[in-house]
């Protein structure tokens, strides 16, 4: 029987890596509970991801395919989840704690009468059943917590449950499920998709490099004698301070962060943001650029494994939280960085 | 068109927080509208005020939970509701969901719940999800922008992590606002000034036909992260290139890349 239940989440065929964590992180659990492991997958056309998921270590794949599912509707997708999860009966159903697995997560828990762990951290098991770890108030708080009914459902936060490995010589058993919403019966309608532009996602990253209010922050900068106004010369500085911060991330394959401060400049858009109202990240390193360390923006980032500074400002409190400081002008220093990296990675 | 908007009081976000003998602590940092509510008040006061209407900020909560709800009136709500019993005390989202579905249908004649992203205190984000899931009605989640409202139906925009979905729903719904919706207003004097005044009436799980939900998540309780244990170095070099070269030497042996 299966035990543990995963939600792979799909857009438009593809699936990003945290929901192979979770299928990680799923396999762990059930080798602790003695079951076995299943992946739900809930799309169009998405029968070819379910070789994935054996990849990753799905035994079992409860496939809800069908046009009606195409775009994201969030009822027709929790229609699908709950058919997989009747069908499967697991004691937990883990999600990534993406958007959407978020969202079902929550969806789930009031269809079968169960409760929610949201953003787990760690997964011990206790006399059968799983005790999350859950950072609350942006991480600067954890919480053990467990859910008390069937099934157990919990989200987990990316990049918290190891590097998952796909082994191509898996495969295992599709199940597809059927009584899935009809067209009619879905009360929305997806007119138009705006697809954002490429680039790393913040919470999937392996290195961020952000920038705070000090992006702006150099009077030496000459600029166009077009712009005059105070604001408008403010933003242009900051789009060439930016401009160097995307420089190294391009080099190094990584995101582009921000603090708040930034983002309420209108720097950079609030896609960017990381901290308590922003993106909690986890990143092996995150390269903090005139960010000064308020307390909001650390909390969004404490989990990073290695922090560098660089700030003009040497009392800054984003140094004592830094395994590496630099006191000086970003604007020197990170051309500087961006060759450096370039000639020691070979790029 | 009658809309609720469902806010929370937190902390504010600046505050320094640690628990202490096993209980959170925020020190004397001032308790606050959860900051994603403020957008969803927001969306809510221009939708009324483009399409008619009125908007009822619902909380549940003891009375420090009147603060948000007076908030919310100066921004401009209409009136306030305060879900105020401690027979409801210390409950997990889905019973949270459960009780505020239960204030939403007392209302009545809503045709849109409007929450904010989530809660920075506890950062679930699944109540409006659940509370829409309670109510049977669509959950419009993560709303930048709203097109038209008209003849029963909502024609909006909605972020996901791949791009912009631009749909139309039909109402009753439950929506969720993202901070690109528009900035918060500040609430004017005469608002502040209406809000002191205002009686914000109380309503206990009896008023709602209601006995407490059964919980199902089980907290063990609350504990500092554990300290990071840095050794800070201070990289120094007589020229941006030396600085440079010791910062990426010492990176590279971190072996993160």
Redesign the interface.
């Known amino acids: 029987m299966a035990k543990i239940l995963v939600f792979i989440d799909q ?2 065929g593809e699936a990003g890596m945290a929901s192979w964590e979770a299928l990680l992180a799923g396999k762990m659990l059930a080798d602790k509970l003695g079951g076995g492991l299943s992946a739900v997958i809930v799309g169009s056309g998405v029968e070819a991801l379910a070789n994935t998921a054996f990849h990753y270590g799905a035994e079992e794949v409860f496939l809800a395919d069908d046009v009606s599912l195409a ?5 027709a997708y ?1 229609l699908g989840l709950a058919k997989a999860t009747e069908a499967a009966d697991p004691e937990v159903v883990l999600f990534p704690t ?3 697995g ?6 789930l ?3 079968t ?7 787990a951290t760690e997964m011990d098991v206790e006399d059968g059943a799983v ?1 999350a770890t859950r ?15 069937k099934p157990q459902i919990i989200t987990l936060r990316a990049r918290a449950f190891g590097k998952p490995e796909a082994d191509e010589s898996l495969s295992g058993n599709i199940t597809k499920l059927d009584g899935l919403m009809a067209e009619a019966d879905i ?10 532009e490429g680039g790393v ?1 913040l919470t999937d990253a ?2 961020i490099v952000s920038g705070g209010r000090g992006v702006s922050n150099n009077a030496g900068l000459e600029v166009p004698g077009d712009i005059t106004d105070e604001k408008e010369i403010e933003i242009w500085k900051a789009t060439q301070g930016f401009g160097l911060i995307q420089e190294l991330a391009d080099v ?1 394959d990584a995101a582009v962060g921000a603090s708040r401060a930034a983002v309420d400049a209108n720097y950079i858009s ?1 896609a960017h943001q990381v901290g ?2 922003g993106k909690t990240v986890a990143p ?2 995150y390269i903090a650029c005139g960010i000064s360390g ?3 923006h650390m909390a969004g980032m ?1 989990s990073s ?4 500074a660089i700030n003009k400002d040497g009392d800054a409190p984003v ?10 002008d970003l604007f ?2 990170l ?3 961006t ?3 370039k000639k ?2 070979g790029k | 068109m009658k809309i609720v908007v469902c806010v929370k009081q937190v902390p504010d976000s600046a505050a320094a927080i640690v628990v202490e003998d096993g209980k959170v602590n925020w020190g004397d940092a001032p308790i606050v509208i959860n900051p994603w509510d403020e957008y969803a008040v927001e969306a809510a006061l221009q939708l009324t005020e483009k399409y008619g209407g009125d908007v009822v900020a619902l909380s549940m909560g003891g009375d420090k939970a009147k603060e948000a709800l007076k908030h919310a009136l100066a921004m401009g709500c209409s009136e306030a509701i305060l879900i105020n019993d401690p027979e409801l005390a210390e409950m997990d989202a889905s019973g949270a969901a459960k009780v505020l579905a239960a204030g939403i249908q007392k209302v009545g004649d809503v045709e849109m719940a409007i929450f904010g992203k989530q809660a920075i205190d506890n950062d679930t984000g699944v109540t409006p999800a659940m509370t829409a899931r309670v109510l049977g009605w669509p959950m419009i989640s993560l709303i930048s922008a709203v097109e038209n409202i008209a003849d029963g139906s909502i024609k909006a925009k909605r972020f996901m992590e791949e791009g912009n979905q631009i749909f139309e729903s039909k109402l009753p719904a439950v929506a969720s606002i993202v901070k690109d919706y528009s900035d918060p207003r500040y609430p004017s004097f005469m608002g502040i000034r209406k809000a002191s005044r205002a009686e914000i009436p109380n309503l206990t799980a009896g008023d709602l036909g209601i006995s407490k939900p059964e919980n199902k998540v089980k907290w063990f309780g609350v504990d500092n992260p554990p300290v990071r244990d840095i050794t800070n170095e201070k990289i120094e070099g007589e020229t941006p290139e030396e600085i440079a070269a010791n910062l990426v030497s010492k990176i590279m042996e971190e072996k993160v890349l």
């Open positions: 857009y438009k775009d994201y509707r969030a009822e929790a993406t958007t959407r978020r969202e079902l997560a929550a969806m828990a009031i269809d009468d169960s409760g929610v762990l949201v953003d005790v950072p609350i108030y942006a991480g600067k708080v954890i919480a053990k917590v467990k859910c008390e009914a009360a929305t309608k997806v007119l138009d998709t705006e697809m954002v996602s392996n290195v190094l609030y308590q109202t092996d390193l308020a307390i909001q404490r494994k290695v922090l560098v140094f004592k939280e830094a395994r590496y400081g630099v006191v000086g020197d220093v051309p500087a960085i060759a450096e990296f020691q990675l």
